[in-house]
């Protein structure tokens, strides 16, 4: 809670496994994953769905003769998610340290509690001392540091952008360019309140498209809940993962030695593009 402990605090772990429901089990996961772990899941998945998924372009949906091994599938899906893992990171790690060096929402209420308890004045906004957030953490917790979902704190790099979402970014991008946007989910599922069953989905179709974005954004949001960035951390970090992966496709398309048309797909702004042979 921000404040200083007040003896040895035991939590009794939830013995029952739940399916992912809610902002505390999302900032868990954020926590606790590797940076690819979630692209890879949703890969093995979507390639799960049957021989359907894959993009129109892709130069062995029509042979007879051809398996899609080691390319065209599911492996080559993987080896791309993975392509994003340590290139996301370089080019997040380079805004944060050698460009912008934003402190940690921590950090900030940090300050935020020494300028309200007096020990010291910054420039800060007077429109957050009103939010009533502020206020019920002091009355609760008696200071004005930032409650996080973990106990160690902020990681000890900068905030701005998000590695979380830039890895998000470019995973999701590549994906959606390797795999059918427009294919529909079949028989889709969501975890009920108490995250012990999995309950039919009803709704407008859930296509492959908008469920890699919904992970993007989700991976980017668990972040924010888990207290160790600002929702303007996350959202640019998306666009340049997604900037990234565009620059490593339009690398990689020149390698294919298919009769292969590119990669088409839609940006998260909805917008279409097509990377094809130079």
Not at 132 to 142: C, D, I, R, S, V
Request: glycine share 8%; net charge neutral; proline share 7%.
């Amino acid at each position: 809670n921000g404040a200083n402990p007040s003896g040895i605090t035991v939590f009794t772990p939830d013995a029952t496994p739940r399916y992912l429901r809610n902002n505390r089990d999302l900032a868990q996961y954020v926590l606790r994953d590797f940076n690819a772990q979630a692209y890879t899941n949703a890969a093995l998945i979507i390639n799960g769905f049957g021989s359907g998924v894959y993009a129109d372009s892709n130069p062995l949906n029509a042979s007879a003769s051809q398996t899609r091994e080691p390319m065209w599938g599911i492996n080559h899906a993987l080896d791309l998610v993975s392509r994003m893992a340590v290139m996301s990171q370089s080019v997040a790690w380079y805004q944060k340290w050698l460009v912008h060096r934003r402190a940690r929402p921590e950090v900030f209420f940090g300050r935020v509690h020494n300028h309200l308890t007096g020990a010291a004045s910054y420039p800060i906004s007077s429109e957050l001392f009103s939010s009533p957030a502020l206020a019920m953490t002091f009355t609760q917790y008696g200071s004005y540091l930032l409650p996080m979902a973990t106990p160690s704190g902020s990681p000890l790099h900068p905030s701005y952008p998000a590695g979380h979402a830039t890895m998000a970014g470019a995973a999701v991008t590549v994906l959606k360019a390797f795999f059918k946007g427009s294919y529909v989910v079949p028989n889709p599922v969501q975890a009920s309140d108490d995250g012990l069953t999995l309950l039919p989905y009803s709704g407008p179709a859930l296509t492959i498209e908008g469920e890699l974005n919904k992970l993007a954004t989700n991976i980017a949001i668990g972040r924010d809940a888990a207290g160790v960035h600002f929702r303007s951390d996350g959202d640019p970090g998306l666009a340049l993962g997604e900037a990234m992966a565009i620059t490593v496709l339009s690398d990689l398309v020149n390698t294919y030695h298919e009769d292969f048309p590119g990669f088409t797909f839609n940006k998260f702004d909805g917008t279409s593009i097509t990377i094809s042979k130079r």
